[in-house]
């Protein structure tokens, strides 16, 4: 927030925070650069805002300012607009990939997790949205000097798993995803599809399920063997899914390591009278005052259930980072057991227990509706990839001949602009329906437009001859105020995406900026022009805003198209 505008205000008699908090960024700019209502005033001073906001622009120290009116009860702020986008331009070249940071995350830790995907299917259009939120969430905290810790928990254990590997022993024969010449948990997962329709047609495979799992836990090595086989085919898949998202992780922790865990953290809660014993020997805790019911942690024949492990490795996290802050990025489907796990922690009294945060999104769906994967109806995350890539090379061979690699290149990052930004363009919070044909147009609001504007403001930058760091300004147009304008706001945008772990403000602010570069492209020459020094350090500016917030969406950049 301009701290300017604040000033002015400051003999209003109200506080600088209730001052920022009120003032706001007009949407027209013939509105100014900041507006203040004047209502929260109307009952201390007893007069209408309307005569409030004409007094309060009489009193006003204009100084600095290029304009200040009442308009209605609002107050209008005109900043000087040439000596702001000197100091805008100058600063963004100064600062350069590290304009828009501050400093508010320094000496925090904050364990991150996200992915955590089964191991007995690939991942899927579903783990395309969280990775694609829990990387941007991670980029924009480290931007601004957070210490991130990002993590994912494998969960390679359980009956879901046994039913993949109990197809694979019926039906594989020894197969091997060479031999079927098929990405490795893509291999996984059919099984995975075919367990399914097997035990719809026969029960009984339900039954060969659970012996499976009673035997892995009984450590029958054959067993084994084959869990080890299988969940190295489904790792080998996933890590070249990260790399070609460019996700990476700092640790990743693993289910069939610490499920028992927790059952001991649950015994000394029982102990302690936190949890009690139900009349068929499960351990219980009563959440009923807290709109939650009851919640079993230990079953009746002693085995524990998936949030029990969650108790330990909430505690092994904190025992391992001292985090300032824990946050899960997981689908909206599960918000309650997260306020189970956090209340459980509370009533266990970890004093990291209110450092926890469930950041919940909402699901992904097609146009033709929801997946499944047990139908073999989900997405795959690879084959989307591709689909979208093939869609992004029918459009550059009609735009340039291009050498086949270049096209594979240009494709690949095309396919991840337009996927990334179309599941962060909207409140995270909210269902979406993903539309491929949509997402990959070159016009409109997509990651492929974004794309486009930067390559549009290199192409001017590549016909320049001679580099001009300095510039002077004589008059300043309506498109090329509205452009520092933008440009300006990036800083306050970083900060309030970071606060609310919300990328849908940066993404939204992208496509705000790249319509209003094209504007200022359309209506201004660049090269030649009596302006050219001042609509070069525009058009650099652009480029490097621009790439800084794709870098916050964590899309990869491209200097042609």
């Known amino acids: 927030m301009n701290s300017k505008v604040i000033s002015a205000l400051k003999f209003s008699g109200l506080d600088e925070k209730t001052i920022e908090s009120i003032i706001e960024r007009p949407k027209e700019i013939t509105h100014g650069d900041y507006s203040f209502p004047c209502f929260i005033l109307s009952k201390p001073m007893k007069k209408n805002p309307v005569e409030i906001a004409k007094e309060l622009v009489s ?15 609002y107050i209008n702020f005109f900043l000087d607009t040439k000596r702001i986008a000197i100091e805008t331009l100058k600063k963004i070249q100064k600062e350069k990939g590290k304009y828009g940071s501050n400093s508010s995350g320094k000496g925090k830790t904050i364990v991150l997790e996200f992915g955590s995907p089964n191991t007995n299917k690939p991942l899927h259009l579903g783990h395309v949205r969280n990775l694609s939120i829990g990387d941007s969430v991670s980029r924009t905290l480290s931007f601004n000097k957070n210490k991130v810790i990002k993590v994912s928990i494998n969960n390679d254990r359980g009956v879901h798993i046994c039913k993949s590997m109990v197809a694979y022993q019926e039906f594989g024969k020894g197969n091997t995803p060479e031999k079927e010449k098929k990405k490795s948990d893509h291999f996984i997962g059919d099984y995975y599809v075919m367990f399914s329709k097997k035990a719809e047609e026969n029960k009984a495979y339900e039954e060969k399920a659970l012996e499976c799992l009673r035997k892995w836990e009984a450590n029958d090595l054959k067993t084994i063997a084959l869990w080890k086989k299988m969940n190295k085919w489904a790792f080998e898949g996933f890590n070249e899914t990260y790399k070609k998202l460019g996700i990476k992780f700092d640790k990743e922790y693993y289910e069939s390591k610490i499920y028992k865990k927790g059952k001991g953290i649950v015994l000394q809660g029982f102990k302690q009278g936190i949890f009690t014993k139900r009349f068929d020997g499960a351990v219980v805790i009563d959440l009923q005052k807290e709109g939650l019911g009851e919640k079993v942690l230990i079953r009746p024949d002693g085995t524990s259930i998936y949030i029990t492990q969650e108790l330990y490795l909430a505690k092994l996290r904190d025992e391992e980072y001292k985090m300032d802050m824990g946050i899960y990025v997981v689908a909206n489907e599960q918000e309650y057991h997260f306020k189970v796990l956090f209340e459980i922690l ?21 146009p033709e509706g929801r997946m499944k994967s047990r139908e073999g109806t989900v997405v795959d995350a690879d084959d989307l990839i591709e689909q979208i890539q093939n869609m992004a090379k029918d459009e550059l061979m009609k735009r340039d001949d291009l050498p086949k690699g270049e096209v594979e290149k240009r494709s690949l990052v095309i396919a991840l602009a337009a996927l990334k930004y179309t599941m962060l363009k909207q409140d ?5 329906i993903f539309n491929p044909k949509e997402a990959i147009h070159f016009e409109g609001d997509t990651g492929p437009y974004l794309l486009y504007s930067l390559a549009r403001a290199n192409s001017i930058i590549k016909k320049v001859v001679k580099k001009k760091n300095e510039f002077s300004i004589s008059s300043i147009s309506e498109s090329e105020r509205k452009l520092v304008t933008e440009l300006g706001k990036f800083p306050e945008i970083v900060e309030n995406s970071c606060k609310e772990l919300s990328p849908n403000l940066i993404a ?24 050219e020094g001042f609509r070069l350090a525009l058009v650099r ?6 790439e800084n917030a794709l870098d916050l969406l964590g899309i990869p950049v491209l200097k042609e198209m």
């Not at 509370?346 to 097609?366: C, I, N, P, T, W």
């Not at 939204?508 to 020459?525: P, R, V």
């Not at 500016?541 to 621009?546: A, C, E």
């Open 59 to 73: 009193k006003i120290n204009k100084e600095g300012f290029e304009k200040i009116e009442a308009v209605g009860p």
């Open 428 to 432: 995270i919070r909210k269902n979406i």
């Open 541 to 546: 500016s652009f480029v490097q805003v621009m």
């Open 508 to 531: 939204h602010y992208a496509y705000n900026l790249a319509q209003t570069f094209n504007e200022f492209y359309h209506s201004s020459q660049v090269i030649g022009s009596e302006e």
């Open 346 to 366: 509370r009533r266990l009294q970890f004093k990291f227990a209110d450092k926890l945060h469930h950041l919940s999104y909402g699901m992904v769906e097609l």
